[in-house]
């Protein structure tokens, strides 16, 4: 298991008592420069939503030793901040799964306090209409109550709905497994966080780590567009305009992902999602929530040749993206283009 990689599979009561002889806080670890200064590193990466990459120069002990002080860090910062850079350090891992090989992965889901088996499931997935079968295959097995215990402390109740269920077990592909490992990885960050003392921290480099925090909340909101409808795309305003008048629920697929990760990336609030879409309380705060999801996993909407070929726009837009028209006709003029006429 590499460490520089997975530094959350240890804590650092065990871990520094292993290379160091004795237990070591956080406050400790903050003395050290070298340290310190990796940490603040990878807290801002965290924040601003980047990817962190360990030092050339930086050993082991180092990227592990900082890890959990940058994880001290968010902690002390607040609720928001623990949330995301747990969030940033899971999507690290995620990244790093494609690198691994199977026995790899079930050690981590094993570490992660996950049993995972290798359990071949074929389940004819997609029939065309000339009868030809498309098989899906799942290759991994996760028992259904670590299953629901990870997704559902992640705030996912719908997981399950959407997989295979046979015998009291869960049946994943590689991207199932993948998407349950980075879950549990969140949790396990959290709940690290839970065991270190960060009272004791040095307040300059708490007070360095806050205003980091407050920088990146600045610089995300700036990057978010405005909320105005005038300035839709075509294939975003014929998606709104069949929601107000079918609702959300009449929205295929594709054009509820579109929707949602189109809304991502403004300045969107259920008050605003009312208006738009005519929607109840419960539809609005459900479809905030599900773009901001969205724009924290990094989704994004589908290429305007593939939002063609799935049916959800017939229009010629300058694109190649629904957020890439939309900021055009943004710098447009008031009497520019809104939607499909």
């Known amino acids: 298991m590499l460490l520089n990689r997975y530094p959350f599979t240890v804590s650092l009561k065990s871990y520094s008592r292993a290379v160091a002889g004795v237990e070591l806080g956080v406050e400790s670890l903050a003395r050290d420069e070298a340290i310190r200064r990796l940490a603040l590193r990878r807290f801002r ?16 002990d180092d990227e592990v030793f900082s890890f959990h002080l940058a994880l001290a860090l968010a902690a002390a910062v607040g609720p928001a901040a623990l ?75 719908d ?17 199932g497994l993948e998407e349950l490992l980075y879950d549990a990885v969140k949790l396990r960050i959290e709940r690290l966080a839970g065991e270190l003392d960060y009272s004791e921290l040095p307040g300059e480099v708490v007070a360095r780590a806050r ?14 567009l405005d909320l105005k409808p005038e300035a839709f795309p075509p294939c975003v305003n014929a998606i709104v305009e069949k929601a107000s008048r079918e609702g959300l629920r009449s929205l295929t697929d594709e ?9 991502a990336y403004t300045r969107v609030d259920p008050d605003a999602v009312k208006k738009l879409l005519g929607a109840d309380d419960r539809d609005a705060i459900a479809l905030v929530s599900l773009a901001r999801y969205a724009r924290s996993r990094g989704f994004r909407p589908l290429k305007c040749s593939a939002a063609r070929e799935v049916g959800v726009c017939r229009w010629e837009c300058r694109g ?21 006429g």
């Open 83 to 157: 949330k995301r850079f747990a969030e940033a350090e899971a999507s690290r891992a995620r990244r790093a799964f494609s690198l691994e090989g199977e026995a790899t992965l079930l050690e981590l889901a094993s570490k992660l306090g996950v049993k995972v088996e290798m359990g071949r499931q074929s389940l004819a997935w997609l029939v065309s209409p000339r009868g030809d079968v498309r098989r899906r295959i799942l290759t991994y097995r996760v028992h259904v109550s670590d299953f629901l215990r990870v997704h559902a402390e992640s705030e996912r109740d």
């Open 45 to 60: 990466a965290g924040m601003e939503g980047s990817e962190y990459k360990p030092s050339p120069d930086a050993t082991v």
């Open 159 to 175: 997981a399950l709905s959407n997989s295979f269920l046979l015998g009291g077990w869960v049946y994943l592909d590689r991207q």
């Open 211 to 224: 205003a980091i925090f407050e920088e990146a909340l600045d610089s995300r909101s700036r990057r978010l």
């Open 320 to 340: 190649p993206t629904p957020l890439a028209e939309y900021r055009r006709l943004l710098r447009s003029s008031p009497g520019g283009p809104r939607g499909p």
């Open 255 to 263: 054009e509820g992902y579109t929707l949602a990760t189109f809304l």
